[in-house]
């Protein structure tokens, strides 16, 4: 099976920066599609960003400019670098990626999700 480890969230003042990381593991043949979703207390989970397998890049209007989605192929890891965060940028983060194992093709995995807070 795959697995996806989020890490790096925290506690941190408005307009503080923050770098979340993600480590996929297991019998992985290829990965395509990398995401960071978030969602916010009460409220519904929603895409931040999302990187494809040749590198293009996608960002919600609310984060443009502030956040980058970067991945490391050699690595299996995706980031995302969180600079001016605001508290309504509070949220538990998720990784996500679309991996091809020796049985599955493209099937998409999802991690634990990590929490952000940001304070006023």
């Not at 996806?4 to 480590?23: D, F, K, P």
């Not at 299996?76 to 020796?102: G, H, I």
């Not at 093709?105 to 999700?113: A, E, F, I, P, T």
Request: with cysteine; hydrophobic share 30%.
């Amino acid at each position: 099976q795959v697995q996806l480890l989020e890490s790096g969230g925290g506690l941190v003042q408005a307009g503080g920066s923050l770098r979340l990381s993600c480590a996929a593991s297991g019998r992985i043949l290829s990965i395509g599609a990398m995401y960071w979703y978030r969602q916010p207390p009460g409220k519904q989970r929603e895409l931040v960003t999302t990187t494809t397998g040749g590198g293009s890049t996608i960002y919600s209007g609310s984060v443009k400019g502030r956040f980058t989605i970067s991945r490391d192929n050699a690595k299996k890891t995706v980031a995302l670098q969180m600079n001016s965060l605001q508290p309504e940028d509070t949220a538990v983060y998720y990784c996500a990626a679309d991996v091809t194992t020796p049985t599955i093709s493209r099937n998409k995995y999802w991690g634990q999700g990590t929490q952000v807070t940001v304070t006023s």
